[in-house]
């Protein structure tokens, strides 16, 4: 008796079991899965109580709630349980773990080929968008070889002939104003680039794009940056969507992570806002998605930051960091468009790559 309910019990499984497996392969055969074009959108220092926020400190919805998929990424670098920015955007540019503080080096320090560089060849079209200075770590490894982030200068060098079509955010110091005595506006004109350095223009044009907006970083939300983060990133868009065969685009929410390294919750906050409403925007102007893939992640959480209680009121929360600097934690990852499904789950940060190139190789 035992036996034949357990027999029955068994059959059941497996046959649900294997009506579910044939679900999911029919889902597979009806969906463009193909993207023409990416966005990663990079939350430098974003951990999932930095997204929590959006569900606690603004009067609209989340724009995080709009992604289908969502998964946890592992972050520690070649060198360290505890990545910095520049290991963990060389591991989104060029899928492979390395040290702290390299752009673009292998362990060995040595250059490794990065995706700019790979799909610009193929005559797809892409773009940077940043709150720091263009230069700095997480925009750098886009572009850049470096065997420290802390080499502005070297990096700037790189921008002019490197592939990217449009790029925006701040470091105009880092072109013009050089401890060399180099001037790399004129290299970036004759490089085909118009260069706006007071406001984002306009409009676009048949020419490359430069625009740099600010010396160094750009500034805090809390001191007037207003939507540049929005307007830059959908006119990267606007610019990118000209080229026939598809884009690439990496807009950074640069200052999440330095409202953790200052143990600011206010100045986190209004970073981690200015992101949520940029998605928003974002994935209203891409509509039904049926062409763009848009990535969400961070390259690791900063400050320990958690949405603790006050006191014991359940109903106040605090928000806290604890440590001024990076942490070890996974980092949360969201996608949604054409191929969005494989990017569910837990897995290293460098398969964030993999997965993007993939994805571009079927196209
Ligand atoms: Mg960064
Ligand atoms: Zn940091």
Redesign the pocket.
């Known amino acids: 008796m035992k036996k034949a309910i357990f027999l029955t019990i068994l059959i059941s499984l497996l046959s649900c079991n294997k009506t579910k497996k044939q679900n999911v392969a029919a889902a597979s055969q009806t969906k463009t899965e193909t993207p023409k074009n990416i966005i990663l959108v990079i939350g ?1 220092g974003m951990g999932l109580s930095q997204v929590s926020v959006g569900q606690f400190y603004s009067d609209q919805a989340s724009n995080f709630d709009r992604f289908t998929t969502i998964g946890l990424i592992k972050t520690s670098s070649s060198s360290h349980l505890i990545t910095d ?1 520049a290991a963990g ?1 060389t591991a989104y540019s060029s899928g492979i773990k390395t040290y702290n503080k390299s752009i673009g080096m292998k362990p060995d320090s040595t250059a490794i080929t990065n995706i700019v560089e790979t799909i610009s060849k193929q005559g797809m079209a892409t773009g940077l968008v940043a709150t ?1 200075s263009i230069t ?3 925009p750098a490894a886009f572009y850049a070889h470096t065997k420290t982030r802390y080499m502005y200068e070297d990096i700037a060098t790189y921008l002019p002939k490197s592939g990217i079509d449009y790029f925006a955010g701040g470091g105009l110091k880092f072109f013009n104003k050089r401890k060399d005595g180099q001037n790399l506006l004129p290299t970036l004109l004759s490089n085909n680039f118009v260069i706006d350095t007071v406001s984002l223009p306009s409009t676009v044009s048949e020419k490359k794009h430069a625009i740099l907006l600010a010396q160094n970083s750009m500034p805090k939300m809390q001191e007037g940056r207003g939507d540049f983060l929005e307007k830059a990133s959908l006119l990267a868009i606007k610019k990118l969507s000209q080229t026939k065969e598809g884009y690439f685009l990496m807009v ?1 929410a ?1 200052q999440i ?1 330095w409202g953790g390294h200052d143990e600011d919750p206010d100045y986190l906050i209004a970073e981690q806002l200015d992101l949520d409403r940029t998605l928003g925007v974002l994935l209203d102007t891409l509509g039904d998605h049926s062409e763009t893939l848009v990535i969400v992640t961070a ?1 690791h959480e900063t400050g320990a930051f958690s949405l603790a209680m006050e006191g014991t009121d359940y109903n106040k929360i605090k928000p806290s960091t604890s440590s001024s600097e990076h942490s070890a934690t996974m980092v949360p990852v969201f996608a949604k468009g054409p191929g969005a499904e494989i990017f569910g789950g837990i897995y290293e940060n460098n398969e964030i790559y993999h997965k993007m190139m993939q994805l571009l190789a079927n196209n």
């Open positions: 430098d920015s955007a720091s700095h770590a997480t950074e640069s992570d390259d």
